[in-house]
Structure formats: structure tokens, C-alpha cells
């Protein structure tokens, strides 16, 4: 079946840094999506792309939909203690159904 | 506006239990979305509904599972008899088919634990 390859697995930052996370697939994806799930929550929806080489913006959350339709990254930009969680990449091919990454852990040191 | 309701919120059952999770979607959305997560193996699709007519249940693992949309503002996941394996996260989503139709919105989930 499909799988969407995410790195890093986990990420340990300093506060006020950058963080940079990807996905790449082995299929051709038409839209790629980036939740965010904290301890004890469902995932909830960050950015949505729905165009090859689309980038788009949310606050300090950059994301970009891959020129060969096969890849995606997440950016975050000055990295603050609330970000820790775990962001999951997924891809739409066909009808309405998504595949979720395996998901990074990101981890934030005050 | 209400976001996805699940409940129960925790479950603990015993080998042999049944138990049946509910979900009440997001107004006006008409697909409805069944996942498991599981430290393993990730978030797994379970089943989908599109206007409460069940179209993809390949990820139902077995027949002890099984899945209803009655009507547009309900779904039940029901597991007979249920099993330790089964122990998880269980997640509803839903979405619409009219506009941004691949953004699915979660629920809180409910962590069944089978003893």
C-alpha cells in the first residue's frame, strides 16, 4: 500500500529555534495536509495544500507542497514551549480517504 | 461551532466485553471517518462513510468490528467480543464533500483499554 516516509522521528530543540520536518512518498499525492496532536487530543488540521509548489503560511508554520507531487515539509519558525507534540504529514490520492505519516515528535527545550 | 464529539472519552472493559464507541460529526459535514491509533502501527483508517453509506471498510480488521452511520448526526464502532489487541486510541473525523473536502477535522478520541 501507500506510505509517507516522515522525518525526523523526534527532534529536541532549544527554544526560539527553527524546526524544518518532511514527508516523501513513493506515489504521487493531489493535496498534503499537517496536523499537530498534542498528549491526549485527536490531531487537529495546521495547513492544507492543494497545488504542486504551493507554499503557504500559518503564523510561524510554513508548509510546501513538492514540485513532483511526492514530497512536502513543515517549517516552524522561532520555536516556543506550545509546539511540542506531534505533527503528522498526510497525503490525498484518490476518493476522500488521507495516509497519515508516522509522525515527529518534536520536543521543546526552554 | 461544536467540533467532533466522541464518547465515551475513556473506556476500560474486560476480554470477551462488548463496547461501542459514538460519534457525533461536525454539522453539515457528510463523510465520516473511523481511525486507530496505536504506537505500533500508527493512525490507521478503519472505515469511511460518505451521506451515512459505509464506502471503504478494508480497514476494519476483523469481523468482531463493525461500524453504522444511522443518520447524518451519528456513528457507532462496536467490537464483539473485544480483545486485549484491541486496546487503542479510537478517533472520528468528518469533512465535507462540498469545498476544501479532503480537510478532515478529528475528535478527541476515546482510549479503550482491554483487560
Known amino acids: 500500500g501507500q506510505q509517507l516516509n516522515q522525518s525526523p522521528q523526534s527532534m529536541f530543540i532549544q527554544e526560539g529555534e527553527d524546526v524544518s520536518m518532511n514527508c516523501t512518498s513513493s506515489?504521487?499525492?493531489?493535496?498534503w495536509l499537517w496536523y499537530k496532536q498534542d498528549p491526549g487530543e485527536g490531531p487537529v488540521l495546521l495547513i492544507a495544500?492543494?497545488?504542486?509548489?504551493e507554499l503557504t503560511s500559518n503564523g510561524r508554520l510554513t508548509a510546501q507542497f513538492g514540485i513532483t507531487r511526492k514530497d512536502s515539509f513543515l517549517n516552524i519558525s522561532a520555536s516556543i514551549p506550545s509546539d511540542v507534540g506531534i505533527y503528522f504529514c498526510a497525503g490525498q490520492n484518490a476518493g476522500n480517504m488521507l495516509t497519515f505519516g508516522g509522525g515527529t515528535r518534536l520536543m521543546v527545550k526552554p | 461551532d461544536a467540533g467532533v464529539i466522541q464518547s465515551p472519552r475513556h473506556e476500560v472493559t474486560e476480554m470477551g466485553q462488548e463496547v461501542t464507541l459514538r460519534c457525533k460529526p461536525i454539522?453539515?459535514?457528510?463523510?465520516l471517518f473511523w481511525y486507530r491509533q496505536t504506537m505500533m502501527r500508527g493512525l490507521e483508517l478503519l472505515i469511511y462513510?460518505?451521506?451515512?453509506?459505509?464506502?471503504?471498510d478494508s480497514g476494519m480488521p476483523e469481523d468482531r468490528f463493525s461500524a453504522k452511520m444511522p443518520n447524518a448526526s451519528f456513528s457507532t464502532l462496536k467490537i464483539q467480543p473485544s480483545e486485549p489487541r484491541d486496546s487503542a486510541v479510537y478517533f472520528c473525523a468528518s469533512s465535507s464533500t462540498s469545498g476544501r473536502v479532503y480537510e478532515q477535522y478529528f475528535g478527541p478520541g476515546t482510549r479503550l483499554t482491554v483487560t
Open positions: 454539522s453539515g459535514h457528510n463523510s
Open positions: 495544500l492543494y497545488k504542486a509548489g
Open positions: 462513510f460518505n451521506n451515512n453509506v459505509p464506502i471503504d
Open positions: 506515489s504521487i499525492f493531489n493535496t
